[in-house]
């Protein structure tokens, strides 16, 4: 769930949610309070729940729970599905006109209009608001002007944006794109109430939405109340009663206080529990493959790393990590050998290819050691990995894969681990361009295809280019493949450039990753969605 400019083709095969809803738990149990409620192991989101501003995975978890869109994601399928849209109509593919259907409002009686997508648009739009998926209204005449690169605004709104009636705007784009309603889905272009205008710092402490949960409480390091509410006007009414988020830093934690019947779902299993999951929960235990990669990304603003030859140095990092024997003994079963930048899941129409990196994501000690030493030498003569270290067992992997690079370089302990406690500062370091070694950047895509495992992370100057990687051959060809309307051109074209990413490892591949949960005997119909995140609202409590 990430700021990415959409590719022209991008929907062609189903945009699919990086959706999760609330759930739901019984009386005496799970830590719930009251009946209905289930409790959930949760991290704290980088930033405030603002929908424009929420582009990693914890945030997003509540926000679709608090919200309801244009369109809506089937878990199932990926279908984009219209939800407050009852028609989305054009002529010409450039200019669209959108008609909402009645009866919608949000959980403080406001009725959704018009108006209420407008003001949120430009709001996220808007320079000055700093919102972190801006670019997801680029395509949108009037967003030049609204977000320049430099300097302030030249308008208070996009010209592009027109509100006819209550239930009707306009939308005119910079371009064709046929698919743009497809991209709706996605939970930057939810509605705003008034009151987020208005009492901005007490929204954002009580956050209102329209979707099928409200907000009882939120205490920042220790977790969030979410309530069914009751006069939701969906046809996806939530199932239970609704769900309490409990932050944890250690999701070891997270499964002992499932075992032990204090939490009712941990949506990930920790790698030291693989061994004991299938005995602990049986048919309560989903493994199931899921659109997410692992990757180290080199922080390439800093010229130790980004001066020349320090490609075959990144390359031999990559060649001394054990990805198989890391995967068996530390993941059993829910991690595979990355061998390109996207996912397996993606399938071969998709974009997903077993040979683009080739023996640059292979093991092997020897070449490893020549290329570091090929290229000048590890920076300063060492390289330290950082993460988070509260969910994903990443402390584990990261101290596996160190192990692997010194009994393969051969000079002592020359990679050493950097923990950082929480996810909301990794994510501060890293989006302040702070760290000087590799670190961890896993990505959970937001559709289906091989453009939202690129051009995001490595395109000039994009979103999620945390490590500013840049290079003019890689843009030129992202350029192209949105530039083309038939989908597998494109998918050939993003190849081509994915073949850059092989010969300048801007990060190195790691192994992509399963979906894992594990619930209580309370719960039933408890499902992922293609992204490892539950179905939280049709879960049900026994």
Partial sequence: MRGATHAKWAACAMAVALAATACGGGDGGGGGEGAGVISSSWGDPQNP??????????????????????????PKTGAANNMLAEKIETTDSQNFTITLKDGWKFSNDEPVTAQSFVDAWNYGADVRNKQNN?????????YDALHPKTGDPRTKTMSGLVVKDAKTFTVALKGKFSTWPETLGYQAFSPLPKSFFT?????????????PYTVDSYTKGTGMKLRKWDGYPGADKAQNGGVDLKVYTDNNTAYTDLISGNLDLVDDVPAQQLKNVQNDLGDRY???????????????????????????????????????????????????????WTSPALGDKGGFSATV??????????????????GGGLPGGKVTLTSNVDTGSHREWMDAVCNSVNNALG????????????????????????????FRSGWQADYPLIQNFLEPL????????????????????????????????????????????????????????????????????VALNQF???VYDQIKVS
Avoid at 200 to 210: C, F, M
């Fill in 49 to 74: 729940l603002e929908p424009a501003n929420t582009n990693e995975v914890q945030g997003g978890k509540v926000l679709d729970m608090l919200f309801r869109g244009l369109k809506r994601y089937d």
């Fill in 134 to 142: 801006a670019p997801f209204f680029s395509d949108i005449v009037g």
């Fill in 199 to 211: 009492d901005h710092s007490g929204w954002l402490n009580k956050p209102v939405g329209n979707g």
């Fill in 286 to 340: 989903i493994n199931q493959p899921a659109l997410i990669i692992q990757t180290l990304t080199f922080p390439l603003y800093d010229p130790q790393w980004s001066k020349a030859g320090m490609e075959k140095v990144r390359q031999g990092i990559s060649r001394a990590i054990n990805r198989d024997e890391i995967t068996k003994q530390i993941f059993r079963d829910t991690r595979t050998p990355a061998k390109d």
């Fill in 357 to 374: 990196c080739g023996e640059a994501c292979a093991f092997d000690p020897a070449e490893a050691k020549k290329l570091v030493q090929e």
């Fill in 411 to 438: 000079e002592g302990p020359v990679c050493t681990v950097n923990p950082i406690g929480t996810f909301a500062d990794f994510r501060n370091q890293q989006s302040a361009f702070k760290l000087t070694g590799p």
């Fill in 458 to 525: 490595y395109y000039t100057g994009a979103s999620s280019n945390y490590g500013k990687f840049s290079n003019p051959e890689f843009d030129k060809l992202v350029d192209q493949a949105n530039q083309e309307s038939d989908a597998a051109k494109a998918t050939a074209t993003f190849r081509d450039a994915e073949k850059i990413l092989a010969e300048q490892m801007p990060s190195i591949p790691l192994w992509y990753q399963n979906g894992s949960a594990g619930y209580s005997e309370r719960l039933t119909d």
């Fill in 532 to 534: 490892s995140v539950p």
